[in-house]
């Protein structure tokens, strides 16, 4: 026997340790006055069980719940626990052959007389129960403080189960205690279960990382014949013997009274896509099941639910009964729910069925509830349609809405199968994807991949705008003309820097000079003409001609300080050139049309009169370029 002083110390040591082991995840213990003896009896009896005059004798922090039993070598998941101590010295590790709490409480008559000695600490939970079986079953783990020297019981610590009522066989239960070793009359105690008697009912805890106990039992299983719906006194209790001391303890497993229940099932049929129904794809077969065959026949109805957001029976889904017939000898039956497509977007919506169940003491309403996920008409979106050089490298894309993903794809040309692709087609193509949702809906989009063609080396259009250009005041559209672009410019304008816009081919670079020109972005001296170099995808490259003019209005041309009389301007076919303020050097004269075409060419000096007759040209615009030395100058001719 240990000294008071050795056990306040174990004591203490052992709130300690089960307050880290309960933080660090094993058994998890609740108890005192958090846990009512009511809590108790609902957790050991499960839903539906009528119960009442619930009582308990002994102390609060002897009584309570356990969770989390199967991360230890208890055997049970969860339950209630009674103690002849406390329960904080549950949880391990068993480090501590003596560990106990002494409550000084008295024991209780019932474990009395089985014990035959005098029981301390007693913790007892008394209620009155209308099962619903013909058979009452609990199952238990009896562990104890009490095991020593291997597993030696050497003082009785002890438990009981006691019922009170009718016996159907004939007689009346009077506190019979039905928690006996296996294949005996002998009750559940330390002597009676250790290493040496009946042992293949002992589990040695020496040493044990989960649990304090030092040995504890298997679990062991009673069942006791009783009169369905008759009105039971049932009393569980675990009490020391011979002393306050060492803790001994009780497991019992949660719901191990049940009530009779009708089981329901839902099996989504076809399987394996989504556990709801879907809108006109999923369906689901909803199979109820029966405790026995001893029921049957039976009818079962229900009350279909209805209101907002639930399913309108015959609308939403083919209409069902309101009750279903289990047959004589079957304890099955089975329904099948279809779900209806409707076209319309309207959310997901539940069935629910009150189930009425009468198979217990009392009339009991169980409820189900099946989803029916709403089903959206397939949509997409596709990547626009493009223009691209031949072989340029492109990626195309469709995103899919609505139907049911995971999504497949089938891409035309190629047979590609993913929601994104990359294309590089030599000639203009329209590429066609067809989307398939899990249900093998589908839908079709496409895009058109227009290719250029490789020696396109073109200027489509050319411009100075105003908005670039703050020297002019609108936009000067150019005339294109073969190979030249000619644009008028106000008088006095100032071409040294003049920011172009332009549109070439996709697939086409223009350069000034090797400079890469940037439309609306790269200035230019235009003050003489600039050739623009536009190189194709396949590396042809074409020589474009911008020419600037002055629009006067009058027959004198001023370029600088040089000056030329063109007249009559316009004219009607013969017109006069006349030089003026050029040095003494000879002046090269061109006359292109339009096109760029040259219908004149010839020469003259300073203050010469050059005779042309274009009377037989055709009515337009023209432009005259002189030259002398480096310098070169551009007049403008209209024939009318």
């Known amino acids: 026997m240990k000294t008071p002083f050795v056990i306040f110390r174990i004591q203490l040591l052992f709130i300690i340790i089960a ?6 995840g094993q058994i998890e213990i609740q108890s005192g006055s958090d846990i009512t003896p009511e809590d108790m009896v609902e957790y050991l009896v499960g839903e539906g069980i009528v119960y009442s005059n619930v009582t308990f004798q002994g102390a609060e922090q002897s009584r309570g719940i356990f969770n989390n039993g199967q991360t230890t070598n208890l055997g049970l998941a969860s339950g209630i626990f009674l103690t002849s101590g406390a329960g904080y010295i549950i949880p391990g590790p068993n480090n501590s052959s003596s560990a106990g709490t002494n409550n000084n409480l008295p024991g209780d008559p019932s474990l009395n007389n089985i014990s035959y000695h005098t029981t301390y600490d007693a913790s007892v939970l008394e209620f009155d129960i209308f099962p619903e079986f013909d058979t009452m079953k609990f199952k238990f783990v009896f562990g104890s403080e009490e095991y020593e020297n291997g597993g030696v019981g050497l003082i009785g610590d002890i438990m009981g189960i006691f019922i009170t009522g009718p016996d159907p066989a004939g007689g009346f239960y009077n506190d019979l205690n039905v928690a006996l070793v296996p294949g005996t009359t002998l009750p559940i105690n330390c002597i ?14 020496s040493n044990g990382l989960t649990l304090q106990y030092d040995g504890f039992t298997a679990i062991i299983g009673v069942s006791i014949s009783v009169v369905p719906c008759a009105e039971y006194h049932i009393k569980l209790g675990v009490a020391d013997t011979g002393d306050h001391i060492f803790d001994s303890g009780v497991f019992f497993e949660e719901s191990s009274i049940s009530a009779l229940t009708i089981e329901t099932e839902i099996s989504p049929y076809p399987p394996g896509i989504t556990e709801y129904m879907v809108e006109g794809h999923v369906e689901a077969d909803v199979v109820f099941w029966l405790p026995n065959v001893d029921n049957t026949p039976l009818t079962v109805y229900f009350e ?11 609308v939403d889904y083919e209409e069902i009964e309101n009750s279903i017939i289990f047959e004589e000898g079957l304890d099955s039956v089975t329904i099948h729910i279809t ?29 189900l509830v099946l989803t029916i996920l709403d089903y959206g008409e397939m949509a997409s979106q596709m990547s626009p349609n493009l223009m691209i050089c031949p072989e340029q490298e492109v990626d195309l894309w469709v995103n899919v809405y609505n139907g049911f993903p995971p999504y497949t794809y089938d ?17 203009t193509t329209n590429y066609i994807v067809t989307a398939y949702d899990i249900f093998q809906e589908s839908i079709v989009d496409s895009t058109l991949v227009t290719v250029f063609p490789g020696n396109q080396n073109a200027i489509f259009n050319f411009s ?6 703050p020297q002019i005041q609108q936009d000067i559209i150019g005339q294109i003309s073969g190979d030249s672009v000619y644009l008028f410019l106000p008088l006095g304008t100032n071409t040294e820097n003049l920011i172009a816009s332009f549109n070439l081919s996709n697939c086409a670079e223009a350069y000034v000079d090797d400079l890469l020109q940037q439309s609306g972005a790269t200035p230019n001296d235009f003050s003489l003409p600039v050739t623009y170099q536009v190189t194709a995808h396949n590396g042809d490259v074409k020589n474009w001609v911008v020419m600037t003019d002055e629009i006067t209005g009058s027959k004198e041309n001023r370029i600088g300080k040089a000056t030329a009389f063109i007249y009559p301007n316009p004219s009607d076919g013969e017109f006069t050139i006349k030089p003026e303020s050029f040095n003494a050097n000879p002046i090269e004269i061109t006359v292109r049309d339009l096109a760029g075409k040259i219908v004149y060419s010839g020469n003259c000096v300073r203050a010469n009169h050059i005779r042309i007759d274009f009377s037989q040209q055709p009515k337009g615009v023209y432009f005259i370029q002189f030259k002398t030395g480096e310098k070169v100058w551009n007049e403008k001719l209209v024939l009318q």
Do not use: H, K, M
């Not at 307050?19 to 660090?24: G, R, W």
């Not at 309207?346 to 409820?367: A, K, P, S, W």
């Open 411 to 427: 891409w035309e040309p190629g047979n590609q199968t993913n929601d994104t692709i990359s294309v590089s087609p030599l000639e």
């Open 192 to 205: 009676n279960i250790n290493i040496n008697n009946n042992s293949q009912y002992y589990i040695d805890n």
């Open 339 to 367: 779900p209806l497509y409707d076209g319309i977007v309207e959310g997901d919506e539940f069935i629910e069925l009150i189930i009425e169940n009468t198979l217990g003491c009392t009339v009991r309403y169980d409820t």
């Open 304 to 314: 279909n639910v209805q209101g907002p957001g639930f399913a309108i029976n015959g």
């Open 19 to 24: 307050t880290f082991n309960f933080v660090n």
């Open 464 to 469: 100075f705008e105003a908005g670039n250009n």
